[in-house]
């Protein structure tokens, strides 16, 4: 008998999605494999996969345009909660993990599936986020994992591929895995796994190299509705737009690339490269608009906030009680979130220089050192004395200070 008679497979047209449609039904006896590829705006024609899927022996292959979706329920609640995994990984492969794990059980529910399955190994973030994300959604569903099973090397997986009639699009002596989506790429695996040794050139794709980028600065004025990006320069492109236009811009200045050691969910370290133009822009130039409308405690508070909501999305804990309401925190503190911040894009860096906000709590009087202040520095006297009090710094030495 085997552990399932129809399963819907996370699929896309990689190495170890593909192998798994035959190792389903070869080694674990399932009688019916569909496949779902999710378009997350990663480009490129989805014909070719769905196509593969079924040469692969899939007995119907799902491509779902999901980006629309991805951008607005995923990626821009990540910006209001200025997500950044150890404060540099703008989450863009955990963000879709959530939402793939999501449509796997819609097609499970729609199809009578008995099961689903995906093809992350035992090493990676994704098997707890996919694994994770499904029990939280349909707790009735099993979770087939054959390449957490199999116990194949990443070569002896391409070669029992090969015997299926499947086509390798790397190549065994140097073999890269790439996760890409409109919000940016992930490459790990061959030569990267040496953490001294430099990626080279050929594993970016989304931004310039600095040798090559502009000789000249360029500025971009980026719109926020309650923490939302939705202006470009004045413009007003869709959602989608909006990501693919500020990943061209800031990636054209080789803006967006990571290479870090990462600590990942299951105790090890990885070495990753990661290219995420638009969303480390974003991130940067959201959390400026905050220093500028939200109140000091608020700001110093939603920074512990945001560490615990990052690690949750890291973990793979999208669907969790907590989550939401840390959802509902982040929401609330954006209603002020409203403005324009400039951001200079140069060399591989990306500089705010400018923010306004109808709801600033910048006070130019106050702050200012010119004629125009109107602060009173006498009373500085009496908050210096009470804070002093409070902190149990009021020795004499400091009343002699204060004199």
């Not at 799902?62 to 629309?68: K, W």
């Not at 050691?261 to 969303?279: D, H």
């Not at 500089?351 to 200012?368: E, F, M």
Request: aromatic letters at 8%; hydrophobic letters at 40%; a negative charge.
């Amino acid at each position: 008998m085997g552990r399932a008679n129809k399963v819907v497979l996370a699929y896309s047209g990689g190495v170890d999605t593909s192998v798994c449609i035959p190792y389903l039904k070869q080694e674990w006896g399932v009688k019916e494999v569909i496949t779902l590829a999710a378009d997350l705006g990663q480009g490129g024609d989805m014909e070719p996969v769905r196509e593969k899927a079924l040469n692969s022996g899939a007995l119907e292959s799902l491509v779902i345009d999901a980006t629309e979706s991805f951008v607005k329920d995923y990626a821009f609640p990540a910006i209001q909660a200025n997500a950044l995994y150890e404060n540099r990984y703008p989450l863009s492969t955990a963000l879709a993990r959530p939402l793939i794990a999501k449509l796997l059980v819609e097609a499970a529910e729609k199809y009578g599936a008995d099961a689903v399955a995906h093809g992350c190994t035992g090493k990676g973030n994704d098997q707890v986020r996919f694994d994770v994300s499904i029990a939280a959604l349909n707790p009735n569903l099993k979770v087939l994992t054959p390449a957490r099973e199999w116990g194949m090397s990443r070569e002896e997986t391409i070669a029992y591929g090969e015997r299926f009639g499947i086509p390798s699009p790397v190549k065994k002596s140097s073999p890269y895995s790439i996760d890409e989506n409109l919000l940016g790429r992930a490459v790990e695996a061959g030569i990267l796994e040496d953490p001294w040794i430099e990626a080279p050139e050929e594993v970016y794709t989304m931004t310039t190299a600095i040798a090559h980028t502009p000789n000249e600065p360029e500025y971009v004025e980026i719109g926020f509705e309650k923490g939302i990006p939705v202006s470009i320069n004045g413009e007003t492109p869709d959602a989608i737009a909006l990501i693919t236009q500020l990943n061209e811009m800031a990636g054209k200045h080789g803006v967006g690339r990571l290479d870090m050691i990462e600590n990942r969910l299951v105790g090890i370290k990885s070495r990753e490269i990661y290219e995420t133009p638009a969303m480390l822009l974003l991130i940067d130039a959201h959390r400026d608009l905050e220093s500028l409308t939200l109140t000091a405690d608020v700001a110093q508070y939603k920074r512990g906030i945001e560490q615990t909501y990052t690690q949750l999305v890291y973990n793979g804990l999208w669907y969790s009680p907590l989550k939401d309401a840390l959802d509902a925190f982040v929401l609330s503190t954006q209603e002020r979130v409203t403005g324009t911040v400039r951001v200079k894009l140069f060399k591989g860096t990306h500089s705010v220089v400018g923010r306004k906000s109808a709801h600033s709590l910048y006070t130019p009087d106050l702050a200012t050192y010119g004629k125009e202040d109107v602060f009173d520095h006498q009373a500085a006297k009496g908050f210096v004395y009470v804070c002093g009090a409070a902190w149990g710094c009021n020795t004499p030495k400091w009343q002699v200070a204060l004199a």
